[in-house]
């Protein structure tokens, strides 16, 4: 089997990892959940962590074939549509992403004129659907419980498994979004688990837990059912579903969580200018007096 060559970037304000993941025979590679830098205050944003990943590619001679998404994103803005325009390749994340875009269409009320078909995406990958890198071969395994539309992507001896599994001593990925589902995400690990021992899984985040001081970006599938505290090969469904609902309720909404949504489920573009010009991101508000 063909091993494919992973590098890491590290976003310190989102605590997230992405990959630049190449065919050493070819030089070809897919990028894998990229990061816009935003600066919610004054609702600027900039591609300094987009344009590390740029110079590497272009440092080291790469050909860009994907740029993909696990799911659509609650922590931080993508950067897929900057990277394809400086780097070419097509984007691509699982076909449920319709389902995201019909929840958090009505959620943000983004009317008519936003489709969702997943047409903002070059290709939506069902359950299985293979690809290639290069020489590498790939494969589509969705993976969803967090979101509807979690995409692990299995490349070689490699997987990327977005924010379904963390390292083992940080556990899962919460539940508590529209569509997730701890019972779903239990059924997801499961076809993790089922991976090859051997093979190397790589993080979208971390977060440092407590004892830890380095953050950690990779681990293997038998260290998850061996080691993962929260879900391994020995937990049962109703353990988990047990313990993930109650350690999901009150959860705070992550950071960015409106901006991010309302972007990455345009595959990483802002919402449509309006009269003036401008773009605009909205915040839905609960409570108080919408006349006062």
């Known amino acids: 089997m063909l091993k494919p060559d992973v590098e890491h970037f590290f976003d310190t304000d989102t605590n997230t990892f992405t990959y630049i993941v190449t065919c050493p025979e070819t030089k070809h590679c897919a990028i894998i959940d990229s990061v ?9 944003v900039r591609y300094d962590s ?7 590619i272009q440092e080291r001679g790469l050909v860009v074939e994907w740029v993909l998404e696990s799911h659509v994103h609650a922590d931080h803005l993508s950067a897929a549509p900057y990277l394809r325009r400086a780097l070419g390749g097509k984007m691509g994340i699982g076909e449920e992403i319709i389902s995201v875009q019909d929840i958090f269409g009505k959620v943000f009320n983004a009317g008519p004129d936003f489709p969702r078909d997943g047409r903002q995406f070059d290709r939506l990958f069902g359950d299985g659907d293979t690809f290639t890198i290069g020489k590498l071969e790939a494969r589509a395994l969705h993976t969803p419980g967090h979101t509807p539309a979690c995409m692990s992507y299995v490349i070689g001896d490699a997987v990327f498994v977005g924010d379904t599994l963390f390292m083992p001593d940080f556990g899962t990925a919460r539940c508590d979004f529209p569509g997730g589902s701890a019972e779903t995400l239990y059924d997801s690990a499961q076809k993790l688990f089922a991976l090859p021992g051997e093979t190397r899984m790589f993080m979208c985040h971390d977060y440092l837990p407590d004892g830890r001081t380095e953050f950690c970006h990779q681990t293997t599938v038998a260290e998850q059912r061996t080691k993962n505290y929260q879900l391994n ?4 469904r109703e353990e988990f579903v047990a313990m993930r609902n109650a350690r999901d309720e009150g959860n705070a909404a992550p950071r960015l969580l409106y901006p991010s949504v309302q972007v990455n489920m345009r595959a990483g573009h802002m919402p449509e200018s309006e009269d003036n010009g401008r773009s605009y991101l909205k915040i839905p508000l609960t409570g108080g007096d919408s006349n006062a």
């Open 50 to 56: 987009a344009d590390r990943v740029i110079a590497r």
């Open 36 to 44: 816009a830098d935003f600066d919610q205050p004054d609702g600027r």
């Open 233 to 236: 090969a020995e937990t049962s």
